[in-house]
């Protein structure tokens, strides 16, 4: 998958440079939930019919972070693991516009005329939701409108399971929740959480429970305070483990800013200054207080020990 970084207005040599017949979904895509999985696989497969690229047309920053809305509190997929996603779903080109003000200020008819139909764009492809250019002043038939027919637009309806529309806010409010169960079926995947391991208190190694203190890359939307069960990818490796996601209030009191500490099960290498792709498969408790030190320790066992029976784990 190529991916091509753009910037409003598009100049004419970078449009000659990507113009081609090509299907291209439309759309913030932050999450890549299943929603937006059928958005996008519905343009692919198009795509393969017509025997043209297809390609993702998405922007970045999200223009809740660049309008400073005060419900935005973070990326559910931030960019690199956007790219990664898109790319195993078949994707040949993604388009990262950049997000700025000025860009938020463009009629819709000037985002169509100058970022769309220079690249010869014979479909778009768009949720059912989609919006478009100035306050939202673009929808589904203003954009069919100014393809002036040499742009065909196809709407995907929205994706429903067990009568629920499957949405970016809806997995949110989840993960925020410690329903870690929606929104795994709602994205279709483990939600994930993506750092470098850095020095942490280095006080899980003291009780018998050395953890990776987990340094996130990016911004991504915090999930509940908690212990949870974890799948981890380092380098080609699948490891196991159990995360705790919190303010250590057994140690602290008036942490305000959480710390994302990951035991591994039955490893013991160096991997500081090492990126980790922690995978959170279940939820297992919400973090608390521990009277004593030994309380805390055989909570910790027992999380492990629940953590490697959900996970099927063995040593």
């Given at each position: ?46 795509a393969r019919k017509q ?256 953590a490697k029976e959900l ?5």
């Open positions: 998958m190529r991916t091509v970084t753009l910037s409003y207005p598009m100049p004419a040599e970078t449009a000659a440079q990507w113009a081609q017949p090509q299907v291209t979904a439309l759309g913030q895509f932050d999450g890549l939930h299943r929603g937006h999985a059928s958005v996008i696989t519905s343009a692919v497969a198009l025997g043209v690229p297809a390609a993702v047309m998405t922007f970045h920053p999200h223009p809740k972070d660049v309008m400073g809305k005060g419900d935005y509190d973070g990326y559910l997929t931030p960019a690199k693991d956007k790219q990664e996603l898109l790319a195993g779903m078949g994707v040949d080109i993604l388009y990262i516009i950049e997000f700025n003000e000025q860009l938020s200020r463009v009629s819709p008819q000037d985002f169509v005329s100058v970022m769309l139909l220079p690249l010869h764009i014979v479909t778009a492809v768009i949720g059912f939701d989609f919006r478009f250019g100035y306050m939202g002043e673009g929808d589904a038939d203003m954009l069919r409108e100014l393809g002036y027919g040499v742009m065909n637009v196809e709407t995907v309806p929205p994706f429903l399971l067990e009568g629920e529309k499957v949405s970016s806010s809806g997995i949110r409010k989840s993960l925020q929740n410690g329903d870690l169960t929606l929104a795994n079926a709602w994205f279709g995947r483990c939600y994930h959480l993506r750092g470098v391991v850095g020095h942490g208190e280095k006080r899980g190694r003291t009780i018998g429970f050395p953890t990776a203190n987990l340094q996130l890359e990016d911004r991504y939307v915090i999930p509940a305070k908690g212990v949870y069960a974890v799948r981890v990818f380092y380098k080609e490796d699948v490891l196991y483990g159990v995360m705790n996601v919190g303010v250590k209030p057994t140690f602290h009191e008036g942490m305000i800013a959480p710390s994302f500490e990951v035991h591994l099960f039955d490893f013991a290498g160096d991997i500081y200054e090492e990126e980790l792709k922690v995978e959170l498969v279940s939820f297992i408790r919400p973090e608390r207080k521990f009277e004593s030190i030994d309380a805390l320790i055989s909570q910790i066992a027992a999380d492990a020990e629940t996970l099927g784990y063995h040593s």
